[in-house]
Nanobody, 127 residues
Framework: QVQLEESGGGLVQAGGSLRLSCAASGRSFSNYAMGWFRQAPGKEREFVAAIRWSLGSTYYADSVQGRFTISSHDAKNTVYLQMNSLKPEDTAVYYC????????????????????WGQGTQVTVSS
């Protein structure tokens, strides 16, 4: 059974940095895409960044391009989201999702195309 566990959230001042981790377990993830999404109160879950595991291809939302970096550590089965120059509008619960890319065409920005989710980690950026 696939399990995803996020960690690394917290409270930070605007302009600061945080690194989120998503530890994946339960199977080999070499054929998976991993995505970071976030959900602020009263808003829908939105795409932040994605990485194609084993290929290393990365994708970003325009709102975080140049500030956030997604990466993976294959041996640790862990995906990271390095967040720099944080803004109050980055405040949200951040979720890690996994998608088996062998299941056909998918849109890495679409939360409904992901098969598994973690429980989320809160990120709060104060002004």
């Amino acid at each position: 059974q696939v399990q995803l566990e996020e960690s690394g959230g917290g409270l930070v001042q605007a302009g600061g940095s945080l690194r989120l981790s998503c530890a994946a377990s339960g199977r080999s993830f070499s054929n998976y895409a991993m995505g970071w999404f976030r959900q602020a109160p009263g808003k829908e879950r939105e795409f932040v960044a994605a990485i194609r595991w084993s290929l290393g291809s990365t994708y970003y939302a325009d709102s975080v391009q140049g500030r956030f970096t997604i990466s993976s550590h294959d041996a640790k089965n862990t995906v990271y989201l390095q967040m720099n120059s944080l803004k109050p509008e980055d405040t949200a619960v951040y979720y890690c999702g996994a998608r088996d890319v062998r299941g056909g065409r998918y849109d890495y920005t679409n939360r409904y195309d992901y098969d598994y989710w973690g429980q989320g980690t809160q990120v709060t950026v104060s002004s």
